[in-house]
């Protein structure tokens, strides 16, 4: 008998003439067991993997992390005692890492919300639990996988990792891809995958890491196959940059010129009396040194314009006017405004961007497609009117787009171009991007208002997601930020004229405006617009098989000569 103080052996005993397969199953188990502290090792470990991804984020922006911050957490998921333990794990390192990238939630949520501090961060923590459900499959699956194949972490990781982004819904869309935005070498290969194809690159290589360490067999084939494929990656990547840049050299120019109004949080939407007049003023005088300086188009960013426009409107209002929009210049205009059908309680409201010609007449006018979830709209609150109560702003409640639109756009020399509008967090959503992509825009033009988040990570986080947009689509795309980061993305993905984020209320910074040259090439003719996410959905099916089909042929497989000998 076992004395009570001797420490529990976690080695199962593999008899000789045990089928190799159960041979296998049997060292798995053997060697799943994190010891007799697996729980606080295992949570420790997912703390670890979760700091070390947020720390590769904007704005820490210590992207080499990336390459190694999921090993830990793979460590605790594949030496797991159970399923649910490799879940938990993966789980907790999911919430680590979303409240270290999403800090900046527990502030809107008290603002738009109206909770006290303690219950904001209650609900940012449930927020960060919701959004780190792909990571507790992550655990789950490659767990169950582990127990019937031996595969290496550097496949199977990347394959459940690229099936959880692609399926797991979110509040706040994001990708770990967004850790190498500026490692343009890396990300070319989002004009074939999305960023996807990225996430899986830094899956593999932290799997990779995994297999060399434990794996004393596996890691000279590990290591060989893995910068193999690294090289290739950075390969193209050269290749891509260099044709691109030759492109964007020989592709017609045009000065697109931006304003940051750097009005704050508290300030936006004053469509009353002098403000609001103080506002336009600030736009128009901007606007037209823009034009003087050489600007063929100008943007202003989301929220900038203080007032609502009717959806019968045609065009500017009259010179008369103190809220006419434009004055004092002539060059066509990318503006963002709220728009309303002309009925008794203006219902419903939009989200517009509007083209305003050189003759002052509307070419154009865009609805934002994808609102915002209790900023832009309430869910079900049509259905069951009874929800108006709890709704955080419920004049807020606004009516979404249901198409992508480009906008003409003619040069001096009278030539027509399409420009593609997107509001807000469209710029990071691949999906909708690809909406606009099957327009052939020749231009992408985001229009943002982050001033909620203040001088946070969150501007630069949405900068770094919408970097892909251009390298998937191969066109150039103009971001006019209502406090920053305003900034112009080129053909490669390359950042370039970013300005800054304006901070809070508290320490306001004038407005300002930025003129630069951009390309204007055709953008929708690359593999990733053609094909969308079937790279992901290839990575899906292999993952569904694997883990639930694959296992359950064999097994059948096994009972059919049973049966034939019966």
Same mark, same amino acid.
């Given at each position: 008998?076992?004395?009570?103080?001797?420490?529990?052996?976690?080695?199962?005993?593999?008899?000789?003439?045990?089928?190799?397969?159960?041979?296998?199953?049997?060292?798995?188990?053997?060697?799943?067991?994190?010891?007799?502290?697996?729980?606080?090792?295992?949570?420790?470990?997912?703390?670890?993997?979760?700091?070390?991804?947020?720390?590769?984020?904007?704005?820490?922006?210590?992207?080499?992390?990336?390459?190694? *911050?999921?090993?830990?957490?793979?460590?605790?998921?594949?030496? *797991?005692?159970?399923?649910?333990?490799?879940?938990?794990? *993966?789980?907790?390192?999911? @919430?680590?890492?979303?409240?270290?990238?999403?800090?900046?939630?527990?502030?809107?949520?008290?603002?738009?919300?109206?909770?006290?501090?303690?219950?904001?961060?209650?609900?940012?923590?449930?927020?960060?639990?919701?959004?780190?459900?792909?990571?507790?499959?992550?655990?789950?699956?490659?767990?169950?996988?582990?127990?019937?194949?031996?595969?290496?972490?550097?496949?199977?990781?990347?394959?459940?990792?690229?099936?959880?982004?692609?399926?797991?819904?979110?509040?706040?869309?994001?990708?770990?891809?967004?850790?190498?935005?500026?490692?343009?070498?890396?990300?070319?290969?989002?004009?074939?995958?999305?960023?996807?194809?990225?996430?899986?690159?830094?899956?593999?290589?932290?799997?990779?890491?995994? #297999?060399?360490?434990?794996?004393?067999?596996?890691?000279?084939?590990?290591?060989?196959?893995?910068?193999?494929?690294?090289?290739?990656?950075?390969?193209?990547?050269?290749?891509?940059?260099?044709?691109?840049?030759?492109?964007?050299?020989?592709?017609?120019?045009?000065?697109?010129?931006?304003?940051?109004?750097?009005?704050?949080?508290?300030?936006?939407?004053?469509?009353?009396?002098?403000?609001?007049?103080?506002?336009?003023?600030?736009?128009?005088?901007?606007?037209?040194?823009?034009?003087?300086?050489?600007?063929?188009?100008?943007?202003?960013?989301?929220?900038?314009?203080?007032?609502?426009?009717?959806?019968?409107?045609?065009?500017?209002?009259?010179?008369?006017?103190?809220?006419?929009?434009?004055?004092?210049?002539?060059?066509?205009?990318?503006?963002?405004?709220?728009?309303?059908?002309?009925?008794?309680?203006?219902?419903?409201?939009?989200?517009?961007?509007?083209?305003?010609?050189?003759?002052?007449?509307?070419?154009?006018?865009? #609805?934002?497609?994808?609102?915002? @979830?209790?900023?832009?709209?309430?869910?079900?609150?049509?259905?069951?009117?009874?929800?108006?109560?709890?709704?955080?702003?419920?004049?807020?409640?606004?009516?979404?787009?249901?198409?992508?639109?480009?906008?003409?756009?003619?040069?001096? #020399?009278?030539?027509?171009?399409?420009?593609?509008?997107?509001?807000?967090?469209?710029?990071?959503?691949? *999906?909708?991007?690809?909406?606009?992509?099957?327009?052939?825009?020749?231009?992408?033009?985001?229009?943002?208002?982050?001033?909620?988040?203040?001088?946070?990570?969150?501007?630069?986080?949405?900068?770094?997601?919408?970097?892909?947009?251009?390298?998937?689509?191969?066109?150039?795309?103009?971001?006019?930020?209502?406090?920053?980061?305003?900034?112009?993305?080129?053909?490669?993905?390359?950042?370039?004229?970013?300005?800054?984020?304006?901070?809070?209320?508290?320490?306001?910074?004038?407005?300002?405006?930025?003129?630069?040259?951009?390309?204007?090439?055709?953008?929708?003719?690359?593999?990733?617009?053609?094909?969308?996410?079937?790279?992901?959905?290839?990575?899906?099916?292999?993952?569904?098989?694997?883990?639930?089909?694959?296992?359950?042929?064999?097994?059948?497989?096994?009972?059919?000569?049973?049966?034939?000998? #019966?």
């Amino acid at each position: 008998m076992m004395e009570a103080n001797q420490p529990v052996s976690t080695q199962t005993d593999v008899k000789p003439n045990m089928p190799d397969e159960l041979k296998n199953q049997l060292e798995f188990v053997s060697a799943s067991k994190l010891g007799r502290y697996e729980l606080p090792v295992g949570l420790g470990l997912g703390v670890l993997s979760g700091i070390l991804w947020f720390l590769a984020c904007p704005k820490f922006n210590l992207w080499p992390l990336a390459w190694f *911050a999921m090993a830990p957490g793979l460590f605790a998921m594949e030496r *797991a005692s159970s399923r649910w333990r490799a879940a938990l794990f *993966a789980w907790c390192m999911g @919430i680590v890492g979303n409240a270290g990238g999403f800090y900046w939630m527990i502030a809107v949520i008290e603002r738009f919300a109206g909770l006290p501090r303690p219950l904001a961060v209650l609900l940012f923590i449930a927020v960060c639990s919701f959004q780190a459900l792909g990571l507790l499959f992550l655990g789950w699956i490659l767990h169950s996988i582990r127990r019937n194949f031996d595969l290496p972490l550097a496949l199977l990781a990347p394959l459940i990792m690229v099936t959880a982004e692609l399926c797991m819904p979110l509040l706040f869309q994001f990708y770990l891809a967004m850790t190498l935005a500026r490692q343009l070498h890396f990300i070319q290969i989002a004009d074939l995958t999305g960023p996807l194809g990225v996430t899986a690159l830094l899956i593999m290589v932290n799997g990779a890491i995994y #297999d060399i360490v434990t794996n004393p067999r596996r890691r000279l084939r590990t290591a060989l196959v893995s910068a193999l494929i690294v090289a290739g990656v950075l390969a193209y990547g050269y290749f891509r940059i260099n044709q691109m840049s030759r492109l964007r050299a020989a592709a017609p120019k045009i000065k697109v010129g931006i304003i940051q109004p750097n009005v704050s949080s508290n300030d936006i939407g004053n469509s009353r009396g002098l403000f609001a007049y103080q506002q336009i003023a600030t736009l128009q005088k901007l606007s037209a040194e823009l034009e003087a300086a050489g600007a063929d188009l100008i943007v202003w960013p989301e929220s900038a314009y203080p007032e609502a426009i009717s959806r019968q409107a045609e065009g500017d209002k009259p010179e008369q006017s103190a809220s006419r929009i434009r004055r004092n210049f002539t060059a066509p205009l990318i503006f963002n405004v709220i728009t309303y059908e002309p009925t008794v309680n203006r219902r419903p409201m939009y989200n517009t961007a509007f083209m305003l010609d050189q003759s002052g007449k509307f070419a154009g006018r865009f #609805d934002k497609n994808q609102l915002l @979830i209790f900023g832009e709209y309430f869910p079900f609150l049509e259905t069951f009117p009874w929800l108006q109560k709890f709704a955080p702003q419920s004049g807020s409640q606004y009516a979404a787009g249901q198409s992508a639109v480009a906008f003409p756009f003619r040069t001096k #020399d009278g030539r027509e171009w399409r420009l593609g509008p997107m509001i807000c967090l469209e710029d990071i959503i691949p *999906a909708f991007g690809r909406k606009v992509g099957k327009l052939h825009p020749h231009l992408l033009v985001n229009l943002t208002n982050d001033s909620w988040f203040g001088d946070t990570s969150e501007p630069w986080q949405h900068l770094s997601l919408s970097v892909f947009r251009s390298i998937e689509h191969r066109t150039e795309l103009v971001r006019a930020v209502q406090t920053g980061v305003s900034a112009y993305v080129d053909v490669t993905g390359k950042i370039y004229a970013e300005t800054y984020v304006a901070g809070t209320p508290e320490s306001p910074r004038p407005p300002d405006k930025i003129l630069q040259e951009v390309a204007l090439i055709e953008g929708g003719h690359t593999v990733y617009a053609a094909v969308g996410d079937i790279f992901g959905y290839l990575c899906a099916a292999m993952t569904i098989f694997l883990w639930l089909i694959f296992p359950r042929l064999r097994r059948r497989r096994k009972l059919i000569p049973s049966a034939a000998s #019966d």
